[in-house]
């Protein structure tokens, strides 16, 4: 099956991959033949909520680039951005951005820095956003305050594990029996 776009771009920081993230990359790799991911450096995330607790650069590439592996994909390239706008305003060959719903405005900012610098702006690829059962979408910063886990799944309160059913049994994850679900 022929893709639509030749080359496209996602990017973020990609802390804890979670089921957004996922459906991002996914469709990312759905219309581009090839996916180039700009990946936040560890400067560039100092004031996003919860800072302290995001993981690395390097963990955080590898994550990606095991979901990469497991996932079959293999025609990217991961390149460490320093600010919003990274290589998408002056790589003339991209054709594509897939963002979701929440960063759409940066698209925008990204096909105003392409025009300034005399390059046509790229076709905007937009997905939805995955809810959580705790509010409008999954999302990094849930993670990182332990509310949710990287499924959207509510993190139990008392001893920070989350609940899990396995054949009709609810269980947390150090597998203690809570009863019937």
């Not at 996003?48 to 990217?76: C, H, M, Q, T, W």
Request: charged residues 30%; positive net charge.
């Amino acid at each position: 099956m022929r893709k639509k776009y030749r080359k496209v771009v996602v990017g973020g920081t990609f802390d804890r991959l979670h089921l957004g993230h996922k459906a991002l990359l996914r469709k990312a790799f759905e219309v581009g033949e090839y996916v180039y991911v700009g990946l936040t450096s560890d400067e560039m995330i100092r004031e996003k909520p919860y800072a302290d607790k995001i993981l690395p650069y390097e963990i955080r590439l590898k994550d990606l680039i095991k979901f990469f592996e497991v996932n079959g994909y293999s025609n990217y390239r991961v390149i460490k951005i320093h600010t919003a706008i990274g290589f998408a305003g002056s790589m003339r060959s991209l054709e594509a951005i897939v963002v979701s719903e929440e960063t759409y405005k940066g698209a925008l900012v990204v096909n105003r820095a392409r025009e300034e610098n005399g390059l046509k702006p790229l076709d905007v690829v937009t997905i939805g956003l995955v809810r959580s059962p705790l509010g409008p979408k999954i999302s990094s910063s849930l993670i990182r305050a332990g509310l949710i886990d990287p499924f959207g799944r509510p993190v139990s309160s008392g001893n920070g594990t989350p609940r899990k059913t396995f054949k009709g049994k609810e269980r947390n994850t150090s597998g203690d029996t809570y009863g019937e679900a």
